[in-house]
């Protein structure tokens, strides 16, 4: 274990803008996990903006909030895969900068950010804390993060800062993978 802290180990992956948004990966989730996890995530925030999902039956979009629970209609196969912003997402006290949520596949969530000057000690850690939260929810999940478009190389670094958290928050050893 590193003898740095977490968000110190992990700031460089969140300090410079280059116009980029990173990804945290969410997967190996059920069908029910997909649902628990996308409604807790919104039972702390809102949907920024008026996002679309297409509706399979229908052939044509449709506004995300005329969908009564969108995570469980998108595991249903109702409506395909939709992405929109997290506006007031706020953990320990501290509101994230912004984000956007993905259902990427039945099995697969994923959370997107711009790095900037907003990220600092605080808010990287509330960020590592939410996703502490997640894992909560699903304690098989694998969770990464990796940069734009390469979600086949995750950073080790990103996984070893959320490991150190967990085990400074829980005392455990146990390792989680990916």
């Known amino acids: ?31 029910e996990q997909i649902e628990q996890v996308y409604d807790w995530v919104m039972s702390q925030c809102v949907v920024v903006g008026d996002p679309s999902a297409w509706h399979v039956t229908e052939q044509k979009d449709i506004p995300l ?60 850690t509330a960020f590592l804390q939410f996703v502490l939260g997640i894992r909560e929810q699903a304690p098989n999940a694998r969770i990464w993060r990796t940069e734009e478009g390469a979600w086949d190389r995750p950073s080790s670094k990103f996984t070893a800062a959320l490991n150190q958290l967990q085990e400074e928050a829980t005392g455990s050893a146990a390792q989680w993978q990916r």
């Open 1 to 31: 274990m590193s003898s740095m802290s977490p968000w110190l180990q992990i700031a460089d992956l969140f300090d410079k803008d280059d116009g980029s948004l990173p990804d945290i990966f969410v997967d190996n989730l059920s069908p």
């Open 65 to 124: 909030r005329a969908v009564p629970a969108p995570a469980k209609a998108f595991v249903n196969g109702e409506i395909e895969t939709f992405r929109h912003g997290l506006g007031g997402l706020t953990i320990g006290g501290c509101e994230l900068p912004l984000l956007t949520v993905s259902l990427e596949t039945p099995t697969c969530i994923s959370f997107d950010y711009r790095s900037g000057p907003e990220w600092n000690e605080r808010t990287i």
